[in-house]
């Protein structure tokens, strides 16, 4: 497989590519797994994650943590960081939006595991965290903690 092969198909990556509208409209892209039959856990951190409220139009912040096994496809960074860019502009619920990020990326690159961790900064004092994950965790790799503490306020 050569290096040509394997990004030829991508339409984001490499060029100025404008914000999409909405998670509909954002095109997630995948590249085949060069190191295809060795399990590994990959992570995506989104630190800053932002949509908005459904009702009220105000900002909704998380802390995404995106860990997934692949098969025989990886998630393009690029396309990953625009389509959840499109979340900003975007009303919905918390756990609408880290269940339908988790299921984009299951649909685009068939991973063999994936578990999202959505920690949502207090809404009206509040803080919601949503946890997803296909099935039990794959034996054999190592798959660290998320790393993301529990909310604490000021206690």
Known sequence: MTGESIYSNLTQLGGKVEQPDSPDQ????????????????????APEFTSLCPIT???????LVIDYLPGNWLVESK???????SFRNHGSFHEDCTIS??????ACT???????????????????????????????????????ANYRGRG
């Open 26 to 45: 954002a095109v997630l892209e995948r590249v085949p797994n060069p190191q295809q039959g060795i399990s590994y856990i990959v992570r995506f951190t």
């Open 110 to 148: 068939e991973p063999q595991w994936l578990r999202i961790g959505g920690y949502w900064y207090p809404r009206g004092g509040i803080p919601i965290d949503v946890f997803y994950q296909t099935g039990e965790p794959p034996k054999g790799v190592w798959i660290p903690d998320q790393g993301v």
């Open 57 to 63: 139009g105000q900002p909704d912040f998380a802390h």
């Open 101 to 106: 990020i988790a299921r984009r990326i299951i």
């Open 79 to 85: 396309s990953l960081k625009l389509f959840l860019g």
